[in-house]
């Protein structure tokens, strides 16, 4: 991610001693545009990731209350997190995305990487998958399964059914992961069917630990 302190140094070492008055003149104005920039809530933060998951078919779930909370509290907590959540704004490069999800990976933010699930990228939500299979924290399993449910239909489209196919699968990899359970698909593509029946034994196997927990 660009260090904007960084890039001022570099910046004045680079210049000419006569434009350095007008540098420094301008750098009240430059950090008041930084600061304005990185002024939003956490909730405000969490809010961008879904901007135009409403263009995506299928239609994503929102975040409970619940949910939301628990992932401004990873971000109020850590720059570091805040900053990767930036970072998977809509409009940013994917390849800030990718990196953002590294990030929140190596930071264990299984709060946020939920939230991340409602991003409009199919690449980003593939991603997320991994990572919160890769974490293995069952407190994410609930809104797996919500997750799961939305994206239980069959897409049409040769590469976007390939993509939605992906995204079938790795719920399966993840909640499996993430439940000790050992689902599988038959079909190799999309396969809606098999992923309802696998969401309630998912569901079965979720509500056993926690009552087993409890």
Known sequence: MNNP???????????????WKIML???????????????RT???????????????????????????????????????????????????????????????????????????LTHYSDDVQVLTLRALASLGDPRAVPFLL???????????????????GIIQHEIVNTLNALTGEKVSLRNPSQDPDGLKKGILIWARAYLKSVARDH
């Not at 003149?25 to 002024?39: E, G």
């Not at 209350?65 to 940013?92: F, K, M, W, Y």
Request: aromatic share 8%; hydrophobic share 45%; proline share 5%.
């Open 146 to 164: 919500e997750y799961g449910s939305y994206m239980a239909v069959v897409e049409g489209g040769s590469e976007n059914a390939t993509l939605h």
């Open 5 to 19: 302190i960084h890039d001022i140094w570099s910046a004045f070492r680079a210049a000419s001693p006569g434009t």
């Open 42 to 116: 956490p909730g405000d933060i969490i809010t961008a990731i879904s901007a135009r998951s409403r263009e995506s078919y299928p239609i994503l779930p929102n975040l409970s209350t619940e949910l939301q909370g628990l992932a401004c509290n990873e971000i109020d907590a850590s720059a570091t997190v805040r900053n990767a959540v930036i970072a998977l704004d809509p409009t940013n490069r994917n390849i800030d995305w990718f990196q953002a999800l590294k990030v929140l990976e190596h930071e264990k933010a299984v709060w946020c990487l939920q939230a991340c």
């Open 25 to 39: 003149l301008s750098v009240p104005l430059f950090f008041a545009i930084v600061v304005h920039a990185d002024d």
